[in-house]
């Protein structure tokens, strides 16, 4: 069992060093740096034990004057080669992360229908304080790694090369002491602040203040008061019990470490007094000890890093791994269509939609056909419901049965770049880029037009009226700090960029914001943006509603068949009123 858990535990691992091999080659300066830290570490004991030899009566003065610059030589190699290696491990993670961030950020745009389970908090999550706490324990991995070993190595090295017996007895006293440190740190903090108790605490809170109606009626204020004072008051015990846990764990291990370094002192004293070993060297070993210890303390706490790595990239691998519904042409169709600019023609025939969310469903028993031009708003309490049929125009979704046609045409066989380039979603809380106004309304596909077609569309939308005021123009930057757009002057923008596309379909999303249809300007580019365009309105708005000529309600089709029983029939068109499953405005 733990053989498995631990494969499960490396596998992020083994799969993060195996897609980002192209890295392994950056990390040829961080080893010659960590080497030339060993190669002056492992100096450093040697010329202070010379420096105290020669220091006493009889050393040579000649070298002794020499050997505190070489001291501090070796302690500048050292550090400057840190700082070095430091610094390349920093650019590599800048670079590393900047990758995963672009993956994560790619992988939810082809996410359309995973963004309810990722609010703007969670994002955030993943591409922060994850990132962060992921560079955090990969650089404890790496100069552990790169250097650590290499300076225990070569300390070890330098220590049996003095005594080979003094430097076992030492290196295992210090093995010893590191663990006993470790595991006095370990039983003092394993039990972290008491989830359970706090748990219980809020869930007695919340259903307090979910039932405070009952709980007057029955007068049990000061039953409440008491059941709530009795868990503080154990909350309190517990942290007071935690807290001297800890600061035991501390004294305990202050004073197994004095004691054990006093032992070592005398040890090297009696060596002295018995002539087994030299000032020198006894200043050597010391040096070598205290120099060993912070490097294999963090070897020893190595694993603790490569778990952090491993849950944190396993929860970034869960994201990259996502499923997405394929929106590409169905395999089978081997011919795919070409549509240079649609007539705006859409029909519905037999759609079904089934989902494990239940708002997400949908049944279509008939044939429902938009005709180009059409101005039609859906209406549904639930978004999901409202945006689905809008999704299967976009090839976003495809239906469990049925077919979705565009100019008699299977959308699943047009061909997905004449298909979004036929379509325009405008969602009014969208926000502009930190770019020119002409690259706002000239965005995506449309980035080469030239700037006689942004003025048209910019002049269609309204938008020039204080576009001509702005300091440059359509070449104002929109994060200019002196430049501030108001809310409907941000969606005439938006417009204009979807006037200038010249889509033969125009959905208008009020499912999330809407309109500033206080602004007449703005209503005048909206009015301008569906002439003579098939126009599918989001919105429960009477103001948007007046563009519609039917009103229709997808799911309470889903439920009933029809709008009205009596007048249902198996095919309907818009054009028929009468006999259509919609509401005619």
């Known amino acids: 069992m733990s053989d498995k858990h631990s494969i499960t535990q490396t596998a992020p691992l083994y799969r993060f060093l ?80 900047h990758d995963i961030r672009m993956r994560m950020f790619e992988k939810l745009l082809k996410l359309p229908h995973a963004y309810p389970d990722f609010p703007a908090a969670t994002i955030a999550s993943y591409f922060f304080p994850y990132i962060e706490k992921l560079f955090h324990h990969a650089t404890r991995l790496a100069v552990g790694l790169t250097r650590d070993f290499l300076i225990v190595i070569g300390l070890l090295m330098v220590m049996i090369y ?100 006093t032992g070592l002192l005398y040890y090297l004293i009696q060596q002295l007094i018995l002539s087994k070993l030299t000032i020198g060297d006894a200043v050597a070993f010391f040096t070598a000890v205290v120099m060993l210890f912070f490097p294999l303390k963090r070897l020893l706490s190595i694993r603790s890093s490569l778990t ?42 037999h759609i079904t939609y089934l989902s494990q969310n239940e708002l997400e469903s949908l049944q279509l028993p008939f044939d429902l056909e938009i005709k180009p031009g059409m101005k039609v708003a859906l209406i549904n309490p639930h978004t999901q419901t409202t945006r689905l049929l809008a999704d299967f125009i976009c090839g976003f979704v495809h239906p469990t049965t049925g077919r979705v046609l565009l100019d008699d045409q299977n959308i699943n066989q047009i061909s997905r770049t004449d298909l979004y380039a036929n379509i325009a979603w405008i969602t009014p809380d969208r926000n502009l880029l930190a770019d020119t106004i002409a690259a706002n309304i000239a965005y995506g596909a449309m980035h080469c037009s030239v700037e006689t077609a942004i003025t048209s569309a910019a002049h269609a939308s309204q938008a020039m009226e204080f576009i001509r005021d702005l300091p440059h123009g359509l070449q ?15 969606q005439q923008i938006l417009i204009a960029r979807a006037l200038l596309k010249n889509p033969a379909i125009v959905i208008l999303d009020e499912t999330v914001a809407y309109f500033d249809t206080d602004s007449a300007p703005l209503l005048h580019a909206l009015h301008t943006l569906i002439r003579n365009r098939t126009t599918l309105i989001l919105s429960v708005r009477p103001i948007m509603l007046n563009f519609a000529e039917y009103v229709f309600d997808p799911g309470q089709i889903a439920q009933t068949g029809c709008m009205n029983t009596n007048q249902y029939e198996t095919d309907t068109q818009l054009t028929s009123p009468k006999n259509l499953p919609l509401t005619e405005r």
């Not at 104002?476 to 941000?490: E, H």
């Open 18 to 97: 195996t897609e980002y091999v192209h890295y392994w080659t950056s990390f040829i300066p961080v080893l010659i740096a960590g080497s030339l830290v060993t190669l002056a570490t492992a100096f450093i004991p040697l010329v202070t034990g010379q420096l105290f030899t020669h220091a006493l009566p009889g050393g040579n003065q000649h070298l002794l004057q020499y050997l505190p610059l070489v001291l501090a030589g070796l302690l500048s190699t050292a550090a400057l080669a840190s700082l070095a290696g430091d610094y390349t491990i920093c650019r590599i993670y800048g670079r590393l992360a």
């Open 162 to 261: 003095l005594n080979q017996e003094i430097s076992l007895l030492l290196f295992t006293i210090l093995i010893i002491t590191l663990l006993v440190e470790r595991l006095l740190y370990i039983s003092a903090h394993q039990q972290d602040t008491p989830l359970r108790i706090q748990a219980e605490v809020s869930e007695t809170i919340y259903a307090a203040m979910q039932h405070y109606r009952s709980i007057y009626l029955d007068q049990g204020n000061e039953q409440e008061n008491r059941h709530i004072r009795n868990i503080f008051e154990q909350l309190r015990h517990t942290s007071l019990k935690q807290a001297s846990n800890t600061k035991l764990a501390g004294v305990l291990a202050l004073i197994f470490l004095t004691g054990i370094l």
């Open 308 to 349: 952090q790595c491993s849950e944190i990239l396993h929860t970034i691998f869960s994201l990259l791994d996502r499923h997405i519904q394929s929106t590409e042409p169905v395999k089978e169709n081997l011919y795919v269509s070409r549509i240079e600019h649609a007539d705006g023609k859409l029909h519905f025939k």
């Open 476 to 490: 104002t930057r929109t994060d200019d700090r002196n430049v501030t757009l108001s809310d409907s002057q941000r």
